[in-house]
């Protein structure tokens, strides 16, 4: 069984730091393009972050300056680093395999001929 498990949230205060971890399991990580998606409560999941098999990146407006992406393959794990959290950024993030184009992420739950279901994602809150 394919999946994506979710680690590292936590609450933080305004202009705190976290790394947030997904590790690939039951396929190589290294052979997808992987996205960072946000869901804040009352909203739709968004694409925060991705990145591609090959090291393209893209960023939301509302993040790019602030947070990193990044990825090493030997671990089947891909790295979100938040910098200068801001109470907008708080919400469950999920991690999924995605396109990644200069318009945006584009998450596309599949993985190894499987279906990906979305996992538990890992809350992160900021107080101001």
């Known amino acids: 069984q394919v999946q994506l498990v979710e680690s590292g949230g936590t609450s933080v205060q305004t202009g705190g730091s976290l790394t947030l971890s997904c590790v690939a399991v039951?396929?190589?990580?290294?052979?997808?393009?992987i996205g960072w998606f946000r869901r804040a409560s009352g909203e739709e999941r968004e694409g925060v972050s991705c990145i591609s098999v090959d090291g393209r990146t893209f960023y939301s407006a509302s993040v790019r300056g602030r947070f990193t992406i990044s990825r090493d393959d030997a671990k089947n794990t891909v790295y979100l680093t938040m910098n200068n959290l801001k109470p907008q950024d708080t919400g469950r993030y999920y991690c999924?395999?995605?396109?990644?184009?200069?318009?945006?992420?584009?998450?596309?739950?599949?993985?190894?001929?499987?279906?990906?279901?979305w996992g538990q994602g890992t809350q992160v809150t900021v107080s101001s």
């Open positions: 999924m395999t995605s396109t990644t184009r200069s318009s945006g992420c584009g998450a596309r739950l599949v993985a190894a001929g499987q279906n990906i279901p």
């Open positions: 039951g396929f190589d990580s290294e052979n997808y393009g």
